[in-house]
């Protein structure tokens, strides 16, 4: 059995490795501002990067932020834009639902033929 003063692992100790190490990490990293808050890193190829910010962008709807805040909008136009795209998600997701549904209960034959007269 190993003698408990020469090992090291106590939990005290562990923590303050950890602690050190986590702080000399982020020690360079300066505060977030309003032009580093979307970052990613760039190793070997740019375009893998570009594409990595191109789809945080848009799963974050910075565009569409931008473009909504690029002109006033009035209070009205404001309440039926956002009434409409409510109506839009909840009825997005009530199809998925439906369609779900349909694809568990239906025969394939059916399933399919449902999926050609919603394309036309």
Known sequence: ???????????????????KSVYDSTKDIS??????GRTVRVRSNIMDSYAMLSNLLQRNNVRRELAKTSRHEKKGVKRRRLASETWR???AHEARTLSGILSNSLPKFAVAELDDMCVE
Not at 11 to 18: A, C, F, L, Y
């Open 89 to 91: 998600r909840v009825f």
């Open 1 to 19: 059995m190993p003698d408990r003063d020469n090992v090291r692992a106590t939990p005290e100790h562990i923590w303050k490795t950890h602690a």
């Open 31 to 36: 505060p977030p501002t309003a032009y580093s």
